[in-house]
């Protein structure tokens, strides 16, 4: 089954400075990975996905993440945080072996991590 | 498109009432997704739709809950009765057949039952 952890409940980080959110996941196939935001009493707003290719994403907002096959990792950075960078971030994740055997679309969160830039 | 247009945006009811969540996906969609979101449990997965079939609902927490979509552009999400214990945001998702596309999030719905 396919699984995404976040292992921070929240990251704390000043304005300026870079920051990173960890994500690991667990699958039998090939991953399909994506970051999404959420402000306060928003929706999820999708940031960046990984598919194929260069393990390097680069998003909306200034966000990139990671792809690491080997760590099976997809933690998202940005170098230069803003104070309103400030929310709830979700990594998720498509397993394309389940897709196959259960002709499937499933996406799985993280249980999310709180980020709040201070100025 | 709109998006994803989700209703009502908030619903306050009292225990024991049938509470009824509306979702319409972005046109051309095939893929329905019913979330709920709580502190407690994060982000879950309830019920997912493929061109209007469920093909998991092994989210839904309990029989109270039950999930429809009579057709492409309109799906509902019912509790019935309703208990405290339900109260949570409510999304609703939708997605393109394409397994690398993400999938796009309504507003949500905040239930609130007393």
């Known amino acids: 089954a396919q699984s995404v952890a976040q292992p921070e409940d929240q990251v704390n980080v000043a304005e300026g400075n870079p920051l990173t959110v960890k994500c690991t996941y667990s699958v039998s196939g090939n991953p399909y990975l994506f970051w999404y935001v959420q402000y306060p009493n928003r929706g999820l707003q999708f940031l960046l996905k990984?598919?194929?290719?260069?393990?390097l994403v680069k998003g909306s907002y200034g966000f990139e993440a990671e792809f690491n096959k080997s760590q099976t990792s997809f933690h998202l950075k940005k170098p230069s945080a803003l104070v309103s960078d400030s929310a709830l971030y979700f990594c998720a994740v498509r397993d394309e072996g389940e897709m196959i055997k259960a002709a499937g679309n499933k996406l799985t969160f993280g249980g999310g991590t709180r980020v709040l830039v201070k100025p | 498109d709109a998006g994803v247009i989700q209703s009502p945006r908030h619903e306050v009811t009292e225990m024991g009432q049938e509470v009824t969540l509306r979702c319409k996906p972005i046109s051309g969609h095939d893929y329905l997704f019913w979330y709920r979101q709580t502190m407690m449990r994060g982000l879950e997965l309830l019920i997912y739709?493929?061109?209007?079939?469920?093909?998991?609902d092994s989210g839904m927490p309990e029989d109270r809950f039950s999930a429809k979509m009579p057709n492409a552009s309109f799906s509902t999400l019912k509790i019935q009765p309703s208990e405290p214990r339900d109260s949570a945001v409510y999304f609703c998702a939708s997605s393109s057949p394409a397994k690398h596309t993400e999938a796009f999030f309504g507003q949500g719905t905040r239930l609130t039952v007393v």
């Open positions: 739709f493929n061109n209007n079939v469920p093909i998991d």
């Open positions: 990984y598919i194929t290719g260069d393990n």
